[in-house]
């Protein structure tokens, strides 16, 4: 199995821009397809950006669509969501998952927390 972690949370303004990454460990990282979620406080979790093998992107959710980015490296063994003109609504834990097939998880990281001031 692979073990996530991810960070790279933290409070920024609104507008402003922060990058999550999801660090992998156990089975090679470049088998599996990544995956992008959030959840807001009495709200369901949302997935936002699914990212294939080969650092394609095969889903944006449209409430992010243009303001995010997944992305990876293989050779870091990393997964990364860019996220820019960050909004108070955009406020939540992120989460990073991995699963063999595109949107598929099966390994979920622990989430890191993302707060957007207004």
């Known amino acids: 199995q692979v073990q996530l972690v991810a960070s790279g949370g933290g409070l920024v303004q609104a507008g402003g821009s922060l990058r999550l990454s999801c660090a992998a460990s156990?089975?090679?990282?470049?088998?599996?397809?990544m995956g992008w979620f959030r959840q807001a406080p009495g709200k369901e979790r949302e997935f936002l950006v699914a990212v294939i093998q080969s650092g394609a992107s095969t889903y944006v959710a449209d409430s992010v669509k243009g303001r995010f980015t997944g992305s990876r490296d293989n050779g870091k063994n990393t997964g990364y969501l860019q996220m820019n003109s960050l909004k108070p609504e955009d406020t939540a834990v992120y989460y990073c998952?991995?699963?063999?097939?595109?949107?598929?998880?099966?390994?979920w990281g622990q989430g890191t927390q993302v707060t957007v001031s207004s």
């Open positions: 156990g089975r090679t990282f470049s088998r599996y397809a």
């Open positions: 998952a991995a699963g063999i097939i595109d949107r598929k998880y099966d390994y």
